[in-house]
Nanobody
Framework: QVQLVESGGGLVQAGGSLRLSCAAS????????MGWFRQAPGKEREFVAA????????DYADSVKGRFAISRDGAKNTVYLQMNSLEPEDTAIYYC??????????????????WGQGTQVTVSS
């Protein structure tokens, strides 16, 4: 099992940027695909972005393509979500998640097994 701790959330004006971090500990960080999800008040949790085990493949929700970027640093056991051109609709609790994968290029959208506690992102208009 991997333990995940998010940080970097906060309050930002529309058009601004934030970088979320997710530090992993426990079992080896390798062979785990990583993802970011978010949940806005009154809405279901939704997929935001994910990155493959080796970091060479990524995928994004259509709503964040071109604005968000996911990356990972194996040496630091950390995954990041760079969020630019933020919009009020991006306001949500953002969760980091992980799951074991057996293909180095596979980017999952579901079936994540470990989750962080979440970090609040609020975008004011």
């Amino acid at each position: 099992q991997v333990q995940l701790v998010e940080s970097g959330g906060g309050l930002v004006q529309a058009g601004g940027s934030l970088r979320l971090s997710c530090a992993a500990s426990g079992r080896t960080f390798s062979k785990y695909a990583m993802g970011w999800f978010r949940q806005a008040p009154g809405k279901e949790r939704e997929f935001v972005a994910a990155i493959s085990w080796r970091g060479g493949s990524t995928d994004y929700a259509d709503s964040v393509k071109g604005r968000f970027a996911i990356s990972r640093d194996g040496a630091k056991n950390t995954v990041y979500l760079q969020m630019n051109s933020l919009e009020p609709e991006d306001t949500a609790i953002y969760y980091c998640a992980s799951r074991i994968v057996f293909s180095s290029d596979y980017v999952p959208h579901a079936d994540f097994t470990s989750w962080g506690q979440g970090t609040q992102v609020t975008v004011s208009s």
